[in-house]
């Protein structure tokens, strides 16, 4: 079992930055690809970001330039990095992780319980 704990959302500004965490239990986390999938109310669950074993990374179209994922395999950890911040990304943020070799990473087996971003003047 994969523990997943989020951090760092908040209320921030349009144009804002804010910096996202997702602690693992996990020692072998590195064996792990990893995503950020966020979901807004009234609305699916969306991807955001993936990162896998050796940090090859893909991106949503509607983040790229803005976001950046990254990975810390000796904490463990995930982050994203947001900024230039819009109303529309107001919406709970979730990480992920999955041992599956697949790329893209899909069937996430393990999840987080959120962490709320609210982007508002």
């Known amino acids: 079992q994969v523990s997943l704990v989020e951090s760092g959302g908040g209320l921030v500004q349009p144009g804002g930055s804010l910096r996202l965490s997702c602690v693992a239990s996990?020692?072998?986390?590195?064996?792990?690809?990893m995503g950020w999938f966020r979901q807004a109310p009234g609305k699916e669950r969306e991807f955001v970001a993936h990162?896998?074993?050796?940090?090859?990374?893909n991106y949503a179209n509607f983040v790229k330039g803005r976001f950046t994922i990254s990975r810390d395999n000796n904490i463990p950890a995930l982050y994203l990095e947001m900024n230039s911040l819009k109303p529309e990304d107001t919406a709970e943020y979730f990480c992920?992780?999955?041992?599956?070799?697949?790329?893209?990473?899909?069937?996430?087996?393990?999840w987080g319980q959120g962490t709320q971003v609210t982007v508002s003047s």
């Open positions: 996990e020692r072998t986390f590195s064996r792990y690809s």
């Open positions: 992920a992780a999955t041992s599956s070799t697949t790329w893209p990473p899909r069937d996430y087996e393990y």
């Open positions: 990162i896998n074993r050796v940090s090859y990374k």
